[in-house]
């Protein structure tokens, strides 16, 4: 069987269970990823279950549509869908963030799919209740058990700034070496994982690099009147910040960046567990802007609608995965400016895509000359934007993206049947 042909049917007869936290409705962060690929198993054939939690992410605040549940099981564009209730810390800290994992093991334990033996289990981390939970059912069934890495728990921990980090990275660490060093592949987004990976106990010959996509559709709507409806005035520079409003992200930058440029208007779209103390910190800045995240048909619309898109991190972060947002970023045509850590994964993406400029992280005067300069040179800025959509269909496109991750289920399927046809033999002689 090769499912890289593409062709539909591919994996007819196949069961496939993934399990990811998150999955849609979630319109950010791991979520899509996660929908993209189930769905698109599903459209090759296979049987497509996954065991995901109850949608609350970015806003990490439970879906009203979804907060009444204990379990639901709901079939989606040809998956079905098993959501098992967990906690939802409004606030970060170790301990909330203990919480949260452990409920997510429990009940995902306590109350597992209802499905026959699939033929491979798959895992979206960093999700750490995740990985146990797909680890133990691929050894229950005895099938093929491939995680595939979006960040690293154990890192993120660290360089987190929650009360708690350190212990709660050297425990999570531990939890994702376990996970890791059992898996028949293991899936990276990123080339900077594989070192990590090797050193969690993954010989190299196991780790497959699987890109992630831009998983939003190219802008469609005129600029000017998408930025007419928003009310953005065409002669004011607009710098646009799309996403999680977390600890990790160090959105202070942009808010200290408006208190020197107030000709520049800037715009935090999106939700988090820091937008409350952000809006506070602006408290009484008329060129800072708070959006809820924009529906998912207006989104591209939005980003291109901007001047500068605007991705940050804090100083202390050394990020090795790349955030959704910077695809989709990509995606839209409009300058990158990055405020981030130079060794990163993002940094690397923007240096590739030459989408961009990188700034030095927490620096708003850095931040500010990149963004003027842009609005100094419109046809400069353009040329600059544009090269996103062609890194986007050169490396990031859905297609290649989504045939990768087929590519290494059908090579984990076929370690499977390979291990199947060894033992049989083994128990003949």
Known sequence: MSASTGAPGAFAGRRVLLVSTNYAPEQAGIGPYATQTAEHWAAEGAEVHVLAGMPHYPAWRTDPAYRSAWARTERR?????????????????????????????????????????????????????????????????????????????????????????????????????????????????????????????????????????????????????????????????????????????????????????????????????????????????????????????????????????AVTQRASVLDMSVPSKLTSYFAAGRPVVASVAAGGGTAEEVRRSGAGELVPPEDPAALLRAVRAVASDAEAAAAVGARGPAYVSARLSRAAGLRRMTELLDEALTAGEGRVAAREKEALL
């Not at 009940?107 to 798959?122: C, F, I, K, Q, S």
Request: glycine content about 8%.
């Open 77 to 309: 564009n040809g998956v079905r869908v098993h959501r098992r209730r967990h906690t939802v810390p409004p606030r970060q800290t170790a301990v909330r963030r203990a919480l949260y994992e452990a409920s997510i093991l429990a009940h995902g334990a306590l109350l597992p799919p209802r499905t026959a033996r699939p033929d491979v289990v798959v895992a979206q981390l960093p999700s750490l209740a995740g990985g146990v939970l797909a680890a133990h059912f691929a050894r229950r069934y005895g099938v093929p058990f491939v995680p595939v890495v979006q960040d690293l728990m154990g890192a993120a921990a660290a360089q987190s700034g929650i009360r708690g980090g350190d212990r709660a990275a050297a425990v999570a660490a531990a939890v994702e070496r376990h996970v890791l060093s059992g898996a028949t592949l293991v899936g990276v987004i990123h080339e900077s994982f594989v070192e990590r990976v090797a050193a969690a106990g993954v010989p190299r010959d196991r780790v497959r690099l699987v890109p992630n996509w831009s998983h939003v559709a190219a802008p469609r709507a005129s600029r000017r009147e998408t930025r007419r409806a928003l009310g953005w005035p065409e002669d004011r520079t607009v710098v646009l910040h799309s996403g999680n409003m977390g600890l990790k992200q160090g959105l202070e930058v942009l808010v200290e960046a408006a208190r020197e440029a107030p000709e520049v208007l800037f715009v935090l779209m999106g939700d988090g567990n820091q937008r409350a103390r952000l809006r506070a910190c602006a408290a009484g800045l008329p060129n800072v802007e708070f959006r809820p995240p924009a529906e998912e048909d207006a989104f591209p619309d939005v980003l291109a609608a901007a001047d500068v898109l």
